[in-house]
């Protein structure tokens, strides 16, 4: 597989690029309307009592936001890439009743085959998409390069995905962008070439970007809003940031075209807690 190679690009283009492509669009659309979501990240589904685990996660996110329109999953659904533990991830999360969009991660390719194809049959074309709710923009993209986890790169089919499409999104709809690898310039295992993804969401009305990969909090300013990694929602591994907390986001998304986030916390049936989770 090619992938695009970057070129060299500094700190100080990094920001530049981020000051100028916040100001080349218009600030808001007239027919964005307020609603709610649901937005997670690093599940790595295993074996075990994950799905008592998956299940309790549900209930209690069902109860954080009863009126959410949809869930995001951020990659990772699966530890090691079984078309098992993706079926029961969509199973289960199926239980909030609302759509699930979802994103691969490394850890949904097998390891041995570097074989996506769990996910693929589970979640069809789940790769690079776009849809619309309520006067918002959402783009979801692959930011994979099979199981490898640092050092990566976006691939040149998302690159071309995204030239192909985001010029048929409207510049003053509000937009989020969520991926499994993060994009903020500071955050660990950022792609090489992060720079040529922002700057192609910067032409757009960026209102936020959503990912995982990096367990833990973590903010990056891009457009009019943030560059966010959260948390993870794993019962097996750890958060990178230390935090023995796991939770998910209830995104708020504004009337006046501001995102907001608000972490919940996940309280995990005692009889489902891990003697000690393992690194990421």
């Not at 492509?21 to 994950?50: Q, S, T, W």
């Not at 029961?88 to 909030?96: M, R, Y």
């Not at 796991?246 to 708020?252: A, N, R």
Request: proline share 6%.
């Amino acid at each position: 597989m090619n992938f695009w190679q970057p070129p060299q690009i500094t700190r100080r283009d990094f920001i530049t690029t981020l000051a100028v492509g916040a100001a080349a669009v218009p600030l808001m659309a007239e027919d964005a309307k307020g609603f709610r979501f649901i937005a997670a990240n690093d599940l790595h589904y295993d074996k075990g009592p994950c799905r008592e685990w998956f299940t309790a996660m549900v209930a209690q996110m069902k109860a954080s936001a009863p009126d959410a329109a949809f869930c995001l999953l951020c990659g990772d659904l699966a530890n090691t890439g079984e078309q098992a533990a993706l079926a029961a991830v969509k199973e289960i999360f199926g239980g909030l009743s609302v759509p699930i969009h979802t994103v691969p991660g490394n850890h949904d390719y097998t390891d041995k085959e570097q074989s996506r194809a769990g996910y693929d049959a589970e979640f069809p074309g789940k790769l690079n998409y776009r849809f619309e709710h309520a006067g918002w923009q959402f783009v979801a993209l692959d930011t994979t390069m099979g199981t490898s986890y640092d050092k990566t790169t976006v691939s040149d089919a998302t690159l071309a995905w995204m030239d192909a499409e985001l010029p048929k999104l409207d510049t003053a709809k509000p937009t989020v962008c969520f991926t499994h690898f993060p994009l903020g310039e500071k955050v660990t295992h950022v792609p090489l070439n992060a720079p040529a993804v922002v700057a192609r969401l910067l032409k757009l009305n960026l209102r936020g970007v959503l990912s995982g990969h990096w367990h833990g909090a973590s903010e990056t300013a891009a457009g009019h809003g943030l560059m966010t990694t959260n948390r993870c929602c794993a019962r097996v591994r750890g958060n990178h940031d230390k935090s023995p907390l796991k939770g998910w986001f209830v995104c708020e998304a504004k009337a006046d075209g501001t995102l907001q986030r608000k972490f919940v916390e996940f309280k995990a049936p005692e009889a489902t807690q891990p003697a000690a989770p393992k690194g990421i």
